[in-house]
């Protein structure tokens, strides 16, 4: 299904709208991480540091959604190294295992998207058949299902990657297993993006819409308006990826 605006922004319609909208969008999104880090943060040189990673952030996800190499994984790779800084400086050890799992995946995918560019330097997304989705899901359930055991001998090292505080969300299901599904699936979008499967996309919306339903429950506006934001780029991000799978598919 075509979206005239979509190719548009994306890069495959009639006018080139691209430049514009990653403007918009990214003004936008510093706008609400300014927001966060003035209302919610005692403004300390860390908070600073992780305001800047977080701008540089945003730069990534969006070069990610456009398939750009370099602002993709070249900034993920910025990205993801100050915010082990970050963890590591704040003496949160466990929360440095993501971004250092994520360091590596862009690490690889600098060198593998390389190869799988078309003329403009554009990676190009590939198809995924039924082994892959069948994978996918796996990975998923595997992933769910050993994630608690391993996060609680983590936390017997003092590594807790999720906290278990007992909280729960309309007080029917805990917060610690809503972290937990996030995680897996944000692990499985982050692997499925590198290997450049248009799905992840999918995968992404699903652990934005948990996020935003969990922080507008909580009161957390701010960081509501971030996950919208993120949200955004994702369907973006969905609807290029899945274009350009279509265009190659039929070249």
């Known amino acids: 299904m075509k979206i005239d605006i979509l190719d548009n922004i994306t890069g495959f319609g009639k006018h080139d709208w691209q430049a514009v909208w990653v403007i918009i969008w990214f003004m936008a999104g510093v706008v609400a991480l300014f927001i966060g880090f003035w209302t919610t943060t005692q403004q300390t040189a860390l908070d600073t540091f992780y305001l800047l990673v977080s701008i540089i952030g945003l730069l990534c996800v969006v070069g990610l959604s456009f398939r750009k190499n370099i602002a993709g994984n070249g900034l993920g790779m910025l990205a993801t190294a100050g915010e082990i800084v970050v963890q590591a400086t704040a003496g949160a050890v466990g929360l440095m295992l993501a971004p250092l799992f994520n360091f590596f995946t862009h690490l690889y995918g600098v060198r593998y998207w390389s190869y799988h560019t078309n003329a403009d330097g554009e990676m190009i997304p590939k198809t995924a058949n039924k082994y892959i989705w069948l994978v996918t899901v796996a990975f998923i359930g595997i992933g769910l299902a050993l994630f608690p055991l391993v996060n609680a001998k983590l936390a017997e090292m003092g590594f807790g990657v999720i906290a278990d505080d007992g909280s729960r969300f309309l007080g029917m299901v805990d917060f610690f297993w809503i972290?937990?599904?996030?995680?897996?699936?944000?692990?499985?979008?982050?692997?499925?993006?590198?290997?450049?499967?248009?799905?992840?996309?999918?995968?992404?919306?699903?652990?934005?819409?948990?996020?935003?339903?969990?922080?507008?429950?909580?009161?957390?506006?701010?960081?509501?308006?971030?996950?919208?934001?993120?949200?955004?780029n994702a369907f973006v991000g969905l609807y290029g990826w899945y274009r350009s799978e279509q265009l190659a598919n039929n070249s």
């Open 179 to 232: 972290n937990v599904l996030a995680f897996v699936l944000s692990i499985t979008a982050q692997t499925a993006m590198i290997l450049r499967y248009s799905f992840n996309w999918w995968l992404w919306i699903i652990v934005n819409a948990v996020w935003l339903i969990v922080n507008l429950m909580t009161g957390n506006t701010i960081f509501a308006i971030q996950t919208v934001i993120y949200q955004v």
